[in-house]
């Protein structure tokens, strides 16, 4: 019995995936047709068609450009596909191309951000490069105005233009600016460094005489 019902399962497995087959057989196949163009601003060699790539949905299918620039990929089924032009050197805009069952195509730019933003394009489609890939950063010049627009050299120029022009400006010798100023400045008590000294070193009492005979002063 086991025999029997292994057989059968495998009949029936071997029944749907044939079904399947032909299903797939008999619905139609459409051609993705395009054209692939590059700006004149850009110099590129006689054989950079043979470089290019036509991708659908990043590798499914793969298409080849012929030497004006044109491709034709066969064998799609109606869906939905992403059209894209391989280069080593350039970059291309990938474009999404919907297929209907009954072949109408309609081709669109790809949004993966905002997908319910459309924005259609002509079908064949034309595709275009966007701008070439360097591999490398260039190398940075020394130049005088960064220089120049450093934050720490803006601040020793600021600071050295005040000390320059703030003296010009505030007429230092005049008896009355001097007292002005002395008064605005607050009078700091700095301790002797004779008194720092004897405390450290253990004359503790000396400085306590010396406050004494400057507090008797001040009371005479």
Known sequence: MKR??????????????????????????????????????ITVGKNWQSECRVLVNYGEKIGFLRQ???????????????VEVSHVNFVFEPVRVDIT?????????????????VSTLPYPLRLTSAHTISYFRVR?????????TNPMVLMMVLSLLLLVILPKLVNTNDPEVKKEMAKTMPQMDVPDVSDMLASWLGGGPK???KRSSVSARKRQ
Request: with cysteine; glycine share 8%.
């Open 4 to 41: 029997i019902d292994v057989i059968c399962f495998v009949w029936c497995v071997s029944s749907a995936v044939g079904s399947m087959n032909e299903k797939a057989s008999e619905s139609p196949t459409f051609r993705i047709e395009g054209h692939v163009i590059l700006p004149n601003s």
């Open 68 to 82: 004006d620039g044109s491709f034709v990929v066969s064998g799609v089924f109606p869906g939905s596909y992403i």
């Open 140 to 148: 940075e010049e020394w130049r005088l105005m960064d220089m120049l």
């Open 207 to 209: 400085k306590a005489s």
């Open 101 to 117: 069952s009954k072949g109408k195509f309609r081709a669109r730019r790809l949004n993966l951000i905002q997908p319910s933003l």
